[in-house]
Structures are given as structure tokens and as C-alpha cells.
């Protein structure tokens, strides 16, 4: 005569030890320990992955195992916002480079093992700044003999955000500034200024 139980709400890839014991009025006796581990699952709850270092021109991505793995972890996998891999392997970061100066990249990462897969949500980093740089001269309007209109556009690699923009006028600084414009009234007549 047989008995069984079914033994319930059990986790993926897990042992588990099991062993029985009969009584009769004077006392109980246990068997041996039968030992199962349970059948892998998909990989659940995958955190974001942090960046560890970020730097104008690479970024250092680093994360952590499943909450559950449910299963030996075969490899993660780095996407970009193209869903081009940038990263495989079973390393708990990886670092990135050829990046641009304070510019935003997005990532994903995705965590395997034998049954099945698990994606963490996107996270979106942005690039340290530098100093900018493709900054056209100042363009200069002569508005009277002695008025001097100076203009000037944004440079074309901010390279970051930028807080305020140095006039100068013969290697002095005339003019600390947010505005793209300054009016010069302090010229001469048939006098050369270099900016």
C-alpha cells in the first residue's frame, strides 16, 4: 500500500530534501533523505543595469544576477537602442566605448539561461561633458564709426551645456555673457580690433 503527497509551490531549481517517518504507539523511525532539485524556469525579475564609471567616451555598465534565477545562468546580453548586441558573455559588466562627449545612450539587458530568457528595463545614460569645440568667429557689423555690432551662433559641439560665452577684444575679456549679441561703443574711428 502506497501513500503519496503532492508537495506544491515549490521554487525553480531548488533542492529539496525529503524523508519520511512511521509511528506506532511506542515511538517513530525516519527512512533515509531523498534529495530532488527542481526543473530549471525563465529567469525572473532582472534588475537595471547602473553605470559604475561614466567618462566623455565610454561608459562601465554593471549589474547583478536575477532575483531569481531559476537556473544557471548561461549569458547576459547588453542591447543598445538599436537592439544592436554590444555586449554577451557571463561577466556582471562589461565596458563600452566609442561614445561622444554628453550625449545619451540607452541599454538593455537581457539574462539566459537553458529554459529561457528575462529583459530588464531600459536604462538611459548620459556621456560626461567636455569643452566645446566648432566654434565659429563672431561675426561683426559695423553700425557706426563708433558702434560695433557682434554677433555670434552656439558652437556646433557643445560638448555639454553651456553656461555663458567669453567676448574678448584684443585678448581682454570685454564681456561675460549668456546673450549671443554685445554692441561695442567703446571703438575709435579707423582702428583695427582683433576679436
Do not use: H
Request: aromatic letters at 10%.
Amino acid at each position: 500500500d502506497t501513500t503519496q503527497y503532492t508537495d506544491v509551490n515549490l521554487s525553480a531549481f531548488t533542492a529539496y530534501d525529503y524523508s519520511i517517518s512511521a509511528c506506532t504507539v511506542v515511538g517513530c523511525a525516519a527512512s533515509n533523505v531523498s534529495s530532488v532539485t527542481t526543473l530549471e524556469s525563465t529567469p525572473v525579475q532582472l534588475v537595471i543595469p547602473t553605470a559604475s564609471q561614466i567618462t566623455p567616451y565610454s561608459i562601465v555598465l554593471a549589474w547583478d544576477t536575477p532575483a531569481s534565477p531559476n537556473g544557471i545562468i548561461l549569458n547576459y546580453t547588453v542591447y543598445d537602442s538599436t537592439d544592436s548586441v554590444i555586449f554577451t558573455g557571463v561577466a556582471l559588466t562589461t565596458t563600452i566605448t566609442g561614445l561622444s562627449p554628453f550625449t545619451q545612450y540607452t541599454y538593455t539587458l537581457q539574462s539566459c539561461n537553458r529554459i529561457g530568457c528575462v529583459f530588464s528595463e531600459a536604462t538611459t545614460l548620459l556621456t560626461s561633458e567636455i569643452p566645446p569645440n566648432l566654434i565659429d568667429p563672431p561675426i561683426l557689423t559695423i553700425i557706426r564709426f563708433d558702434e560695433l555690432e557682434i554677433r555670434w551662433s552656439p558652437p556646433n559641439a557643445p560638448n555639454g551645456i553651456i553656461q555663458y560665452y567669453l567676448l574678448r577684444k584684443d585678448d581682454v575679456i570685454i564681456l561675460n555673457s549668456t546673450n549671443l549679441t554685445y554692441i561695442d561703443t567703446d571703438i575709435f574711428a579707423s582702428t583695427t580690433y582683433q576679436d
